[in-house]
């Protein structure tokens, strides 16, 4: 018998765009991806020396559940380097990834039919953790316009003595807009814990990313090494938490997870200590082609009113050609051979937009535009 909530679990549609390219790609198709958020750089030499020197020395065993000590006084570190906040590294629990970060971190904060106000659109896994722990993603669009910001008074409607925090994702998926330092500062008067997803801080071409830990303690902060690093295969994520409740995070870790693992730990240490002018090198190609694919969109008749300034997303709105963006987007792979996610997957506020990923060569990014660019003139005749 299977539980009603795993029924009811949305598929997570931009895997299901790539497993159809798959398949093309099997029959001996070409098609160009730009629907998947997977860095395309293999990890820093750093990182696999570091691994590879694990392994030779037996670093193959249990770790301390909160993590290995010297990785969490690395993040501490960076934290204060670049945000000057200070973090005690015992605030610290590293993961499997930022995935089981957040699974933990909505463990802690959510009873049944508890409410967490999440963005429409936003990342679509979001609510699928929120209803898997049987409480409410009480979602709030967000406007291109506004660059898909919050409006704070959106939120205040929605707010009940149910609401148990507030997500927020900057640099965001999948928009690669930021949220203002301005935004955050007004979400800290309702007095409510802010889940903070910083995994694509790093990834900033334009300004400067913010950290919520800059305006309050009242947050947990979700972040990793998958995309700053390119790290996506080793799975190696953490949440920073306010004191109280590292204990109870702690309980969960240990008994869905036990621990990370080991030898990533150890590529993690060596990615924050020695990867710096790796990760330069990434930043500065994906801005060319952040530049690039902007710069071809336009061309293509789409008006981005706000262009992205972060993470490796353009989110394009396509109503003017389709309302049904799960549909435009299969058509565009069977008929132009490029893979792109429809804006559905994000939330319904998601609907008729597509998002374009530049997580990939700029030679690639060229011939997916000349495709798209014969797509749409087909359309137009």
Do not use: W
């Amino acid at each position: 018998m299977i539980t009603q909530k795993a029924k009811e679990i949305k598929p997570f549609i931009v895997m299901e765009v790539l497993e159809k390219a798959a398949e093309m790609e099997r029959r001996g198709i070409n098609v160009i991806h730009l629907e998947v958020g997977e860095p395309d750089f293999d990890v820093p030499p750093c990182v696999s020396e570091a691994v590879t020197k694990a392994f030779t020395e037996g670093r193959t065993h249990y770790t301390h559940s909160l993590g290995d000590p010297e990785l969490r006084e690395e993040i501490a570190r960076r934290y204060y380097y670049i945000y000057g906040v200070k973090i005690s590294p015992d605030q610290i629990i590293v993961t499997s990834g930022s995935s089981p970060a957040i699974l933990l971190t909505l463990g802690v904060l959510c009873d049944v039919d508890d409410e967490v106000i999440i963005s429409d659109p936003g990342y679509a896994c979001y609510a699928n953790f929120i209803r898997f722990l049987n409480a409410k993603a009480i979602k709030v669009p967000v406007y291109e316009v506004d660059g898909f910001q919050y409006r704070p008074s959106e939120i205040e409607k929605r707010i009940t003595n149910r609401t148990k925090a507030i997500m927020i994702n900057s640099p965001m998926n999948p928009t690669g807009n930021m949220l203002s330092s301005e935004v955050m500062k007004e979400l800290l008067k309702f007095n409510i814990p802010i889940i903070s997803d910083e995994i694509y801080h790093g990834l900033v071409y334009e300004g400067r990313a913010h950290s919520i830990l800059e305006f309050t303690d009242n947050a947990f902060v979700l972040n990793g090494f998958s995309k700053l690093f390119a790290m996506t295969g080793l799975r190696l994520g953490y949440v920073i938490a306010p004191k109280h409740c590292v204990r109870p995070m702690q309980k969960l870790q240990q008994n869905l997870f036990i621990c990370a693992g080991s030898t990533e730990q150890r590529a993690g240490i060596a990615a924050l200590q020695s990867a710096g002018n790796d990760v330069a090198k990434m930043r500065e190609t994906y801005n060319t082609r952040r530049k690039y694919i902007i710069e071809r969109l336009t061309q293509l008749g789409f008006d981005i009113k706000v262009p992205p300034t972060g993470a490796f997303y353009v989110f394009v709105n396509v109503k003017h050609i389709s309302t049904d963006s799960y549909k435009l987007a299969f058509d565009i792979l069977e008929k132009a051979h490029v893979g792109v996610t429809p804006g559905i997957d994000f939330g319904e506020n998601g609907e008729g937009f597509l998002r374009f990923s530049y997580a990939n060569s700029i030679e690639n990014i060229e011939e997916g535009m000349n495709r798209m660019e014969s797509y749409f003139s087909k359309l137009k005749k």
